[in-house]
């Protein structure tokens, strides 16, 4: 059936200004990292980057390896654009990124010139696209010159395969370098996507928040529900659907009884708020405008309409963060920490 896209979009969503730039994003992004590949059905796929549009959702978040298996997310996303968004591109802000593993061999991965000029092509390729709003450096490489990473994303921008570039899981000192390059290249870094969220606040610690402000560059924050277990759904088992069950990134030793305590004591809070915990772990990250978006995943559309009812209530009163500072415990959650690091280990 052909896709009409909700004449009242733009209504409710609030767009904030990413950085000091001239482009504007919703407070809620879409990624397809997970449930966008050959494992679910192309109609569920559909329905939820509809869904997403009619929310006023205009920010899609790929990577060149997303899947399973690698691309076919791209590839998905590709067959999208085409049936349901044909006419729309100008209203959609499309990334893409290279950095892990994605082809065998010593120019499959990393940040070598070599890698993220063929890859950005081949996920045009695959998306069908002359171009895509934002390229991603996915990670720094301790072995590569940042000078040809950035170099490269530079190169990208000039030759018109993407219009702004940006850098996922650098921290507070390799972004200031990798700004700095690009500065003095003439392509201003648009946007930072780091992982955070109540249980994952490297981002405070690092100092990597500041800087973003302090240099005005934007900021997406990736995993605000801690890839699920800031939501309701695992305060009573793991339900045979959902994320932790499928082997996939969300291991059930994140899940632990005192954590799963904590979980329910934020969720009552949430309840006081007239929300759900998925709303106020959202309206967390986006507290005080200090995040530009927050980038959820989902795996059906009803997530993604309630997800984007956070709008409803982004306040918080001090007593209300102190309660969440008393339950949101650290977890051993983030699993991009090695990324962030200068020595950063190879790791997928
Ligand atoms: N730059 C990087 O290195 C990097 C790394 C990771 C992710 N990312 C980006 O960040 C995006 C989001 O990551 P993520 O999927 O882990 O984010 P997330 O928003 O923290 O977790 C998404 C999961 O939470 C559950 N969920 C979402 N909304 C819900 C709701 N309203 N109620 C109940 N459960 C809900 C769903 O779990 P179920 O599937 O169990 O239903 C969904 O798959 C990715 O798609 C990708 O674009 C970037």
Redesign the pocket.
């Known amino acids: 059936m052909t896709y009409k896209p909700s004449p009242n979009r733009y209504d409710n969503m609030i767009y904030r200004r990413c950085g000091r730039s001239g482009v504007k994003l919703p407070v809620i992004s879409l990624?397809?990292?997970?449930?966008f590949g050959g494992d679910t059905p192309h109609e569920v796929k559909r329905a939820m980057c509809r869904t997403a549009f009619d929310l006023g959702i205009t920010h899609f978040?790929?990577?060149n390896n997303?899947g399973p298996p690698p691309g076919s997310a791209e590839e998905a996303y590709g067959d999208i654009l085409k049936t349901d968004f044909a006419g729309y591109r100008d209203e959609l802000i499309i990334s893409s990124?290279a950095g892990y593993n994605m082809w065998q061999g010593p120019y499959g991965e990393w940040g070598s010139r070599k890698y993220l000029i063929a890859s950005c092509d081949a996920s045009l390729r695959r998306m069908g696209l002359d171009y895509v709003d934002i390229f991603?450096s996915?990670?720094f490489d301790p072995d590569t010159p940042l000078e040809e990473t950035m170099g490269a994303l530079d190169q990208i921008v000039r030759s018109g395969k993407a219009l702004y570039a940006g850098i996922?899981?650098y921290n507070s000192e390799k972004t200031r370098e990798a700004v700095a390059i690009l500065n003095d290249l003439g392509t201003p870094c648009l946007i930072h996507?780091p992982?955070y969220?109540m249980l994952n606040r490297w981002i405070e610690t690092d100092g990597l928040k500041d800087t973003l402000h302090e240099l005005g560059v934007g900021s997406i924050a990736?995993?605000?529900?801690?890839?699920?277990m800031?939501?309701?759904?695992y305060l009573n088992g793991v339900?045979a659907?959902?994320?932790?069950s499928q082997g996939k990134?969300l291991f059930p030793s994140m899940l632990r009884d005192e954590a799963i305590g904590n979980i329910r004591k934020l969720n009552d809070l949430a309840a006081a708020r007239g929300q759900?915990l998925?709303q106020m772990a959202i309206a967390w990250v986006l507290r005080e405008g200090g995040i530009t978006t927050a980038?959820?995943?989902?795996?059906?559309p009803g997530?993604?309409e309630?997800?984007a009812a956070v709008i409803g209530n982004m306040e918080f009163t001090a007593d209300e963060l102190a309660r969440i500072d008393t339950y949101a415990k650290g977890e051993a959650i983030n699993l991009?920490a090695a990324?962030s690091a200068s020595d950063n280990a190879p790791v997928r």
């Open positions: 990624g397809l990292w997970h449930n978040d790929l990577a997303y990124k991603y996915h990670r996922s899981s996507q992982s969220n990736f995993t605000p529900l801690a890839q699920g800031l939501t309701s759904k339900p659907d959902s994320r932790a990134s759900t998925a980038l959820i995943g989902a795996s059906r997530q993604i309630d997800c991009w990324s």
